[in-house]
């Protein structure tokens, strides 16, 4: 099978698990950061900002979830906080105050600090983070509905954890294989594109009746399923493989998605690399030195 790194288990004949499994490091984009266990791996306290809200982050799909409502809770109700950069390829997620906010080691983590001398808040997972958000600050229920109204309320939550079950299948799983594994295993890429692809299909299917995912406005089910469905498979060879302008009311949406001036700001926030990108976000008028007034 020619030059394929021995770890993978990829030689000759069938690959066999031995009885116990025993790590051993991993090729690959990530392969150096990937361990079967938690905790710390350095001593590394987090900063803190002016605001009660410190946003730890990268500028991935995950992160860019909770920096578009946050920037939509800005626009309303003009909601500040903090956002800073998480360089996840350094390691930073295993620092001792990233690990103490977040045992899981990965982004985004929300500190809310409700008073000078307490211990923050912490909240860890996006869709908690969504969830925290809109119960503690969306006081018009804009974004997330009331309890009052249980179906509707259903129905976003519903669509809310659909994006948390199924988007691994389409980073960790296609994405992974596609892009970043050190060799192109078919199976492997033909069995996360399957699962991709009939997830667009599900999307599709659902956005064809509806303007966004729960009705005729925005909710945080829509800032979730966004960067990953919209933003993360459109514009490179992802896109053309899985024939993403087929889903022609997906790519509807994602396009009414990134016309909110809140995505606009949102997805650029806690990015080092792209277009407008803003490394640290402290105040709105950041926005001023990366993005033209006219594009906001």
């Known amino acids: ?30 392969g150096h950061l990937n361990k079967p266990t938690a905790g710390a791996q350095s001593e590394k306290a987090l900063p803190r900002g002016k605001h009660p809200l ?20 800005n626009e309303r109700y003009g909601l500040e906080y903090d956002a800073w950069y998480i360089n996840i390829m350094e390691g930073d997620q295993f620092g001792s105050g990233f690990v103490e906010g977040n045992p899981n080691s990965k982004i985004p983590l929300l500190l809310h600090y409700t008073s000078d001398n307490a211990m923050p808040i912490r909240v860890f997972e996006t869709s908690a983070i969504l969830i925290y958000l809109c119960e503690q600050f969306d006081v018009d229920n804009a974004y997330l509905p009331p309890t009052t109204e249980p179906a509707r309320r259903a129905e976003c939550i519903s669509w809310l954890l659909w994006v948390h079950g199924s988007a691994p299948y389409l980073g960790g799983g296609f994405g992974h294989f596609f892009n970043y594994a050190p060799v192109k295993i078919k199976y492997a890429i033909d069995r996360f594109t399957m699962e991709a692809k009939r997830q667009l299909d599900v ?20 800032f979730a399923c966004w960067p990953w469905y919209g933003e993360s498979v459109y514009g490179d060879k992802a896109s053309e493989f899985l024939q993403y302008d087929s889903y022609a009311n997906v790519a509807a949406w ?12 949102g997805r650029v926030v806690n990015k080092s690399w ?10 709105a008028s950041d926005f001023d030195e990366v993005i033209p007034k006219d594009a906001k």
């Open 1 to 30: 099978m020619g030059n394929i790194p021995a770890y993978l288990g990829l030689t000759e004949g069938e690959y066999k698990p031995d009885a116990v499994w025993q790590f051993v490091p991993q090729g690959g984009k990530f």
């Open 54 to 73: 410190q946003l730890h982050s990268l500028g991935t799909p995950n992160g860019v979830k909770v920096t578009c409502l946050l920037e939509q809770l």
């Open 203 to 222: 999307l599709d299917r659902h956005l064809g009746e509806h303007q966004f995912l729960c009705g005729d406005s925005v909710t945080i089910a829509d």
């Open 254 to 265: 994602s396009e009414r998605m990134k016309a909110l001036p809140s995505v606009k700001r």
């Open 274 to 283: 792209g277009e407008n990108a803003l490394k640290e976000r402290h105040s």
